[in-house]
């Protein structure tokens, strides 16, 4: 594992309880995440491709419980064995596997969709080919990929410093064109993008991508 890698996994096992703690019932106050969700579920469900999705990058489990209740059957991976144990602690009815992004643990064309929310923007732009290639691969064709980010220029950012915990890793607010880009030269048309402005405690405005597997 190359030391960036080993840096963000260790942060994030520190932040894994204040995650937890943090963001529990958070999607409740987050309209427009829930809709874009739902879209999302609706279209996988709608595509007769069967209910399987991979949560990448799935932190604490946060989204399995809603991908379930809409009828959908997720398993979570994550690159922090902390933020599994979590995961697999808070939310026992789900599965939850430590995996890297550039490297899933699915078979080829063995999903229905994936959903990688605010789990890309970490992703150095040597990484990102291998990554959207890892999630085309995993897709079946009419499958879907729904992907929420920070929207911005692309440029490196030190994130974590705000938590109070001593952790720092690398973080890009990536911009809607390159994103689009990306999923469509992994082999994914646009279905729907879009983007909110910043909100509360946030700094920059969020931006959403939801792509069909051709």
């Given amino acids: 594992m190359d030391a960036k890698t080993d840096e963000l996994r260790a942060a994030h096992d520190v932040l894994a309880e204040f995650y937890a703690d943090r963001l529990a019932g958070a999607l409740e106050g987050m309209p427009v995440d829930r809709?874009?969700?739902s879209l999302f579920c609706e279209l996988t469900l709608a595509a007769d491709l069967g209910s399987?999705?991979?949560?990448?990058?799935c932190g604490t489990g946060l989204l399995a419980p809603y991908l379930a209740a809409k009828g959908l059957s997720p398993r979570g991976v994550d690159l922090s064995p902390e933020m599994v144990r979590v995961a697999q602690r808070d939310h026992p009815d789900f599965a939850f596997d430590v995996a890297d992004l550039r490297s899933l643990p699915f078979e080829d064309a063995s999903l229905a969709g994936v959903v990688c929310w605010?789990?890309?923007?970490?992703l150095a732009p040597s990484d990102r080919a291998v990554a959207f290639s890892e999630l085309a691969r995993v897709v079946k064709p009419g499958g879907y990929l729904v992907t929420a980010f920070k929207a911005g220029d692309g440029s490196l950012r030190r994130a974590g410093r705000s938590a109070g915990l001593g952790v720092e890793f690398d973080a890009y607010w990536l911009s809607?064109?390159?994103?689009?880009?990306r999923v469509t030269e992994a082999g994914f048309a646009t279905v729907f993008w879009?983007?909110?402005?910043?909100?509360?405690?946030?700094s920059t405005p969020q931006g959403y991508l939801l792509a069909r597997r051709t």
């Fill in 52 to 57: 399987s999705v991979g949560d990448v990058g």
């Fill in 194 to 202: 879009g983007g909110r402005p910043a909100e509360g405690h946030e």
């Fill in 35 to 37: 809709a874009v969700l």
């Fill in 176 to 181: 809607p064109q390159e994103m689009e880009q």
């Fill in 118 to 122: 605010y789990s890309l923007i970490f």
